[in-house]
Structures are given as structure tokens and as C-alpha cells.
């Protein structure tokens, strides 16, 4: 629809986490779903084979925080053995708080990338940021990270004005000497998160105030296919930087992914309301088929574009945790 081509796929895979962020879980906490109403494991794999086999090349695994769940590398074992189906690219969106002793595993198992979240480099702020202590070994799983020969590790940074947006240069000055990307991203409304626009930095105010700072040393990269991040490096950086902007200029005429939820909800669009039970097809006996037919017409009703910044805040949604990052 409106041009799109749907070939990137993002599962959740828990609701679990090891940490509380803000922006993320509700400060009550949430109500997690019962085990027996989550996707097994095969339910995972076989949803994933639909999807490749209709044309998805790149699947992400999401939270909650994957790496809590105790089958995660046998899941990226069966994950891998589809790629003789066409799948090209297996990655993760993670915390990193317990990813550093399950990285050798994961690369092994066929993990091509991470994308580890971080919104500060302060022990003190990151504990009050997440309601958790794990600064150093978020820090150490990037590191890590970075000698495994993953094809790409991106730092995820939440801007938050007032709170975490002095530090954008420190975050920068990561990429002085590593091959990383950093991406900051605007705060967006999720249930329960207290967002409102006081708290939202756009990327145009933060590339303005790294001008002083870099001068001309900034620039511009190409736009990549289907991007969420317009990217940027400061010459003589190995890394780069760039800046997701879902609030301030989205990049929905672009878009290429879809959500399964770890309820096994099909999420077409992360603002979107809609959503439609692959798990309840999946255990009523439906064919391959039946669902290929369901995720076709789910698609075909993605709206061209998630509604203004005005707006988001008061549609109803689910908190970050239980949709995936």
C-alpha cells in the first residue's frame, strides 16, 4: 500500500524486563500476559518462516528485554536456518544489562546485529532513568559488542529535555574511536510513560546546538532505504551518529515493518491502535495460507501516515514494553 514494501519484521518476544525506564513501563508496572497466551517458541519460528517466505529479509527481536528469555539463543538458532528461505539479517533490540555473557552465543547462533539502548553514561542518572542499577555493564556489553565481528552495533539514546540532552556530545565522542552508531531518538507517547511535548528535543534543535561544537567537521550521510535515521559522522570519527524523528518529521512514506506482538498481535504501524491475533489463527489450525491472507489484509489497512504530534498523545496504545522497541 502507498507504495510500500514490507520486508522487515519485528517480534517481541517477552514482555519480561530487567529494568523499569520511564519512557518504557508505567511507573504501577504493568500486568504481564499469562505464559499460556504468549507465542511458544515454534509459534515464533513458524510466524517468522510465513513472514520470510512472503518476502521479509530482516527480522528483530524486541521486549520487553529478549535476553531475559531462557531459550533466546536456540530461538536465534532457528531463526538462522531460514535463511535459505531468503532471510538476510537477524538482529536485536536490548537493554544490554545481561547481554555481555550471552554475546559469544548469540553471534555464534547467527545474531548479525544489536541495536543496545542507553539514554546515559552517568551511574546516578541511569538508576534513576531505569529504577535500576547497570550502568558500567550496559557500557561493557557495548564494548564487548564491538570485537565480535557483529555486522553493525547501534547505542539507542531517548532524549529527554532537562534530563539527558547535555550529554548528546558525550555520546557523540563514542564514535571518536569505535565503529558505532549512535541514534538519538525523540521521546514519543506511549501509555503510561507521562510524556508531553515540554520533554521533546527535536533533532533540528540538537543538530543546531552540535554545530558550535563540530562546524563544518559534520556530515551528512546519504539516506539509507527505507530510514529511520537520518545519519550523520563528524569527519575523522570512525562511527556515526544520527537521529530518529518519528515526532518532529516521521518517515512513514518509507516504512517497511511490521510487529508481531509477544501475544502474537499483529501491530502493523507502533502508533497504530489496530491490531489483529496471529496466535488465535495459529491455535484454531489455519494454514499457512489463512495467515498469509490475514497479515495481507492487515497491511493493506496500514494508514498512510500516523496521526500529527498533537494528537499521538491522546490515542490509545499500549506502553512501550508490551509492543516491542
Known sequence: MFGRFHNYLRISVTEKCNLRC???????????????????????IRVARIFVQQGVDKIRLTGGEPTVRRDIIDLVRGLDELRPLGLRKIAMTTNGIALRRKLPLLREAGLDGLNISLD???????EVFTRRRGC?????????AGKLGFDFVKVNVVVMRGQNDDEV?????????????VRFIE??????????RQKLV??????????????????QLPLEDNHTSKGYRIKGYRGQFGFITSMTKSFCSSCNRVRVLADGNLKVCL????????????????????VVETISQAIKRKKQAH????????LPNRPMIKIGG
Not at 120 to 126: C, H, I
Not at 202 to 219: A, S, T, V, W
Open 136 to 144: 558500567e555493564q550496559v557500557l561493557r556489553a557495548i564494548d564487548e
Open 271 to 290: 502508533f497504530g491502535n489496530t491490531e489483529v491475533s496471529l496466535r488465535d489463527l495459529l491455535r484454531a489450525g489455519a494454514s499457512d495460507s489463512d
Open 22 to 44: 520511564q519512557y518504557c513501563m508505567p511507573e504501577e508496572g504493568i500486568d504481564l500476559t499469562a505464559n499460556e497466551k504468549l507465542l511458544t517458541t515454534d509459534e515464533i
Open 120 to 126: 546515559t553514561r552517568d551511574p546516578l542518572k541511569f
Open 202 to 219: 527535536g533533532y533540528q534543535e540538537l543538530l543546531d546546538k552540535l554545530r558550535p561544537l563540530y562546524g563544518d567537521n559534520i556530515e
Open 169 to 181: 556530545p558525550a555520546f557523540i565522542e563514542m564514535t571518536h574511536d569505535d565503529s558505532i552508531d
Open 187 to 196: 521521546y514519543m507517547p506511549f501509555d503510561g510513560n507521562r510524556w508531553g
Open 307 to 314: 496521526a500529527g504530534l498533537d494528537s499521538l498523545s491522546h
